[in-house]
C-alpha cells in the first residue's frame, strides 16, 4: 500500500465509508491475534494523522452513491460475492471515474476486486504488488 501512496503524483480518495471501515479492520486484526491493541492504536493514530495532512481526499456519500449500490447488488450479487459496504464503496469508485477523479480501484478483497473488474474499474491489489 505504500507504494501507491509515494507514487509521484497520486490522488488518493477514499470515501467517508472507509473512515469506519478501516477502524473495522484494524479491530477484526485484534480479535484475530494479528495484532495486539497498541499496534491498533498505533495504526489508527497514523491513519488519522495521514488524514490530518490531506494524504487522503474524503468524498461525502451521497443518495447517488446508495442508488449507484442497489443497481450494483441486482446487477452483480446473484452471481458474484457482492457484500452491502462493498457495493456502496464501488459505487463511490464508479461515480469519481466517471467524472474523472479516479481511474483506479484499490483493493485487497479478490471478491471485490472481481466485481470492480467486471462493472469496468481497472483493479489494484496492493497485497500482490501493483
Known amino acids: 500500500m505504500e507504494s501507491l501512496v509515494q507514487r ?5 480518495i477514499i470515501s467517508q465509508l472507509s473512515l469506519i471501515e ?3 479492520v484494524f ?11 497498541a499496534t491498533l492504536e498505533q495504526l489508527r493514530g497514523l491513519f488519522f494523522a495521514d488524514l490530518a495532512k490531506g494524504r487522503f481526499e474524503v468524498v461525502s456519500l451521497a443518495g447517488r452513491h446508495f442508488q449507484g449500490a ?7 450479487a ?15 469508485a464508479l461515480d469519481l471515474r466517471r467524472r ?3 481511474p483506479e480501484f484499490v483493493s485487497s478483497d479478490k471478491s471485490l476486486g472481481k466485481v470492480a473488474a467486471l462493472a469496468g474499474l481497472r ?3 496492493p497485497t500482490e504488488g501493483v
Not at 31 to 36: C, L, P, T, W
Not at 78 to 92: E, G, N, P
Request: no cysteine; net charge positive.
Open 123 to 125: 483493479v489494484l491489489n
Open 22 to 24: 478501516i477502524q473495522s
Open 8 to 12: 509521484h503524483g497520486a490522488r488518493l
Open 27 to 37: 479491530a477484526t486484526k485484534v480479535r484475530s491475534g494479528i495484532i495486539d491493541k
Open 70 to 76: 442497489e443497481a450494483l447488488v441486482r446487477s452483480y
Open 100 to 102: 474523472g477523479a479516479a
Open 78 to 92: 446473484v452471481d458474484q460475492s457482492l457484500r452491502t459496504l462493498d457495493a456502496i464503496q464501488l459505487s463511490v
